[in-house]
């Protein structure tokens, strides 16, 4: 079965920045397309950013377009979430998903992911 295991969070401070990691295994990540989501406090689960299986395209929340970035190196079985200009408002715990199926692709939308990682807690605060 696959895993996604997140690592890199921690506290910064507002206008920092951060770089996410999505460890895969049980399967080459090469043939799934990625999601990351998140989870504030008292709110639903928001889909933040997506990735297509080569990295040919990508998606962003409104919130966090142009401030950040997500990427992927298959040979690593490794995918990013490059976070920079950070806000109060982006703290959560963060998620990295895959969908069921190899080659599936849908953006954003937090119940086509099947596969999550624990997640890793990222707090921005001065």
């Known amino acids: 079965q696959l895993q996604l295991v997140e690592s890199g969070g921690g506290l910064v401070r507002p206008g920092g920045s951060l770089r996410l990691s999505c460890k895969v295994s049980?399967?080459?990540?090469?043939?799934?397309?990625i999601g990351w989501f998140r989870q504030a406090p008292g709110r639903n689960l928001e889909g933040v950013a997506a990735i297509t299986t080569k990295g040919g395209s990508t998606d962003y929340a409104d919130s966090v377009n142009g401030r950040f970035t997500i990427s992927r190196d298959n040979a690593k079985n490794t995918a990013y979430l490059q976070m920079n200009s950070l806000k109060p408002e982006d703290t959560a715990v963060y998620y990295c998903?895959?969908?069921?199926?190899?080659?599936?692709?849908?953006?954003?939308?937090?119940?086509?992911?099947?596969?999550w990682g624990q997640g890793t807690q990222v707090t921005v605060s001065s």
């Open positions: 049980g399967a080459s990540l090469a043939y799934y397309a």
């Open positions: 998903a895959a969908p069921k199926y190899a080659g599936s692709y849908y953006p954003l939308d937090v119940n086509e992911y099947d596969y």
